[in-house]
């Protein structure tokens, strides 16, 4: 690192984005609970749901299809994913900085010698030998 005002830089972008896919991967995944459990599932009469009015009590529903998956499927988990999938590629293109992490340091210059023929090799045994 170059500086302290560079690292602070590199920490504040580091912090700023992990917060931000913390924050959309908590939202997916309430939004994933919450839609499966109210949408996939039977509820009686004594349910919380059921009594805020949220839900209605009764037997399993049959799902109806969205593109070939149940209904609760496509809108709770197929849903979620795909959008995360398309956010993760926006953020990873648009939103992330490309911060300077300063130049890279190298002990020796050379390139790394390659090892003796056999050595090394998973075949016929173990790396080292026995």
């Not at 749901?49 to 496509?74: H, M, Q, S, Y």
Request: hydrophobic share 45%; net charge negative.
């Amino acid at each position: 690192m170059q500086n302290k005002e560079s690292a602070r830089s590199l920490f504040r972008n580091a912090r700023r984005e992990a917060w931000i896919v913390a924050l959309v991967w908590a939202l997916a995944f309430a939004w994933s609970v919450v839609w499966c459990y109210i949408h996939g599932y039977a509820h009686d009469e004594a349910s919380l749901l059921v009594r805020l009015g949220w839900v209605e009590a009764g037997p399993a529903r049959t799902p109806e299809l969205v593109l070939g998956f149940p209904d609760w499927v496509f809108w709770g988990i197929l849903l979620p994913w795909l959008a995360c999938s398309a956010f993760t590629v926006w953020f990873g293109i648009w939103g992330m900085s490309d911060d300077n992490l300063g130049s890279e340091l190298t002990s020796d210059p050379s390139p790394p010698t390659p090892l003796p023929e056999g050595e090394g090799s998973s075949k016929g045994g173990s790396a080292h030998g026995h």
